[in-house]
C-alpha cells in the first residue's frame, strides 16, 4: 500500500495542499484532473523524485530519495529528461543496470512490437515514438510500483489499444501497482481498477471503477417531475417533455416513479462528478 497523508508540495504557488491519498497493492489505479492539476508533480513525488511536506509512504518508508522504496519504483513519460541523443538501446542498458527486476529481453520485446527503433537517437524521435519509447522502459521494469505519465501521448488510436492490452497481459505476467495518470478515461476504463480525482490540489475523490459507476446512474422521464429528484442533478439533456438526467446515487433514497434507471460508462460517472465539485466550489 502507498499512503499519501497532508501532502503539500509548493513552488511559487501551492501545488499540492493537504493532499490524502491510498493506492491499494495490486492494482490499476488511474489518476485524473485537469491540466496544470499537478498530476506529474504527484508522479515525482510518489517517485521519490520530489521534496514534500506531510507524509508519503511505501513499503514502509517515506519515499523521498529512499533507496529502498526508489529501487522498487519507476516513473515513465514523456516528462522524463535524458540525454538527447540516447536512443532505446541506451535506455534499456541503464534500467538493467539500475533495477534488479528489469527485464531488458522484454523491453526489446515490446519495442518490437511497437515497431521502435531501439538505436535512434530520442531528439530523432517523434512524440509518439518517445512515448512508446518510456513505455516499454516502464512495463519491462517489472517494478512494484510502476507510474506512467500519460503513456499514451502521440501514439495513433490503434497503439493505443495496444498499449493497453499490454498493460494488462503486464498485470498478469507480473502483478504489481500501476498509477497511470490520463485525460482519456473513456480508453483507460478497461483497465483501471479504481479511479482517483486530483482536483484543486486535493484528491475529492478517490474510489474503484465499479463504486462509481454504481454512483452515478441516469434517469429517463418526464421533465415536469424533475423536482422530484430533489436538486441531484449533475448534467441534463431535455427533448419533447422528458428530460435525461445523470443524478448522485449516494443522494439519493430511491427512484421516483416515471423514471427509468440505466447504468453509465466511468468517462461519465468522473466526468459527472468533476462537475458536481465544480459547482460545489463555485457556490
Known amino acids: 500500500m502507498i499512503r ?13 495542499t493537504e493532499l490524502d ?22 508522479m515525482r513525488v510518489l517517485a521519490g523524485q520530489q521534496k514534500y511536506q506531510g507524509s508519503v509512504r511505501a513499503f514502509g518508508n517515506e519515499v523521498f530519495d529512499n533507496e529502498a522504496t526508489m529501487s522498487r519504483t519507476i516513473l515513465a513519460g514523456n516528462d522524463l529528461t535524458i540525454m538527447p541523443r540516447w536512443s532505446a538501446k541506451r535506455l534499456f542498458g541503464l534500467g538493467a543496470q539500475r533495477w534488479t527486476s528489469f527485464d531488458e529481453a522484454r523491453a526489446y520485446e515490446l519495442a518490437q512490437i511497437f515497431d521502435l527503433d531501439v ?30 505519465d500519460e503513456p499514451y501521448l502521440g501514439i495513433d488510436a490503434e ?21 497511470i495518470s490520463t485525460h482519456h478515461i473513456n480508453e483507460t476504463a478497461r483497465v483501471l481498477d479504481a479511479v482517483h480525482l486530483l482536483y484543486d490540489g486535493r484528491i ?7 463504486e462509481l459507476q454504481e454512483r452515478v446512474v441516469a434517469l ?8 422530484l429528484l430533489g ?53
Not at 204 to 210: D, E, K, Q, R, W
Not at 220 to 227: A, D, I, M, N, V
Open 220 to 227: 429517463t422521464g418526464p421533465t415536469s417531475k424533475l423536482e
Open 159 to 179: 497503439r493505443r489499444e495496444l498499449l493497453y492490452r499490454l498493460i494488462l497481459e503486464e498485470q498478469q505476467l507480473k502483478p504489481r501497482t500501476f498509477l
Open 21 to 42: 491519498l491510498v493506492l491499494e497493492e495490486g492494482l490499476i489505479h488511474g489518476l485524473v484532473g485537469p491540466n496544470g492539476s499537478g498530476k506529474t508533480t504527484l
Open 231 to 283: 436538486g441531484n442533478i449533475l448534467g441534463q439533456e431535455d427533448a419533447a417533455g422528458y428530460s435525461r438526467v445523470l443524478v448522485d446515487a449516494a443522494k439519493l433514497d430511491r427512484i421516483p416513479s416515471g423514471f427509468r434507471s440505466e447504468n453509465v460508462d466511468l468517462e461519465t460517472a468522473v466526468l459527472a462528478l468533476s462537475r458536481q465539485l465544480e459547482r460545489a466550489e463555485a457556490s
Open 119 to 148: 538505436k535512434k537517437p530520442n531528439q530523432q524521435l517523434s512524440l509518439g515514438q518517445r512515448s512508446a519509447m518510456f513505455v516499454c522502459f516502464g512495463l519491462a521494469s517489472r517494478c512494484d510500483v510502476t507510474l506512467l
Open 4 to 16: 499519501a497523508q497532508n501532502l503539500t508540495v509548493s513552488y511559487q504557488q501551492p501545488v499540492l
Open 204 to 210: 475529492p475523490l478517490s474510489a474503484t471503477s465499479p
